[in-house]
């Protein structure tokens, strides 16, 4: 029984130290840009006067209303798929950067997107069936989440 009882624990530990993998760049999530602000339909940097940590990772506001309004319901604002393309992840299976500029908030929920070297994945997103794609996402975001 001794020995059912380390192995459980030794099992339930390695299972609870895994974390998501957070899109990091810049060491805040969407890279230092206020996740509340994204709600209000616009992409502002964050400042280092209002950040705080949540889910093992930083995070940075533009005003203390905002910083208020994450720290009272946090996951209202964190972005899905730990802030990394949600195009990459559902059309690819893949964790790609983003531009914390091009963002949608659709049903309640913040999807960031990479956007360079004249690719914009946001509007792939929505021409290809973001329906469809979130779906996708959701699954392989399953698989992925926890891959560095």
Known sequence: MRYVMILFFLTTSSTFSQSIDY????????????VVAYFEN??????????????????????????DAFSKNPKKFVPQY?????????????KVSINPKTFEVKDGKLYLFYNAWGTNTLDLWQKENPKLLKEKADKNWEKIKFKK
């Open 23 to 34: 899109n990091l760049k810049k060491g805040y999530v969407a890279e230092g840009y206020d």
């Open 82 to 94: 730990g802030g990394y393309c949600a195009y990459a992840v559902g059309a690819k299976n893949d």
């Open 42 to 67: 616009k992409a502002i940097e964050g400042d280092t006067k209002f950040t705080t940590r949540y889910g093992g990772v930083n995070y940075k506001f533009s005003s203390q209303k905002n910083l």
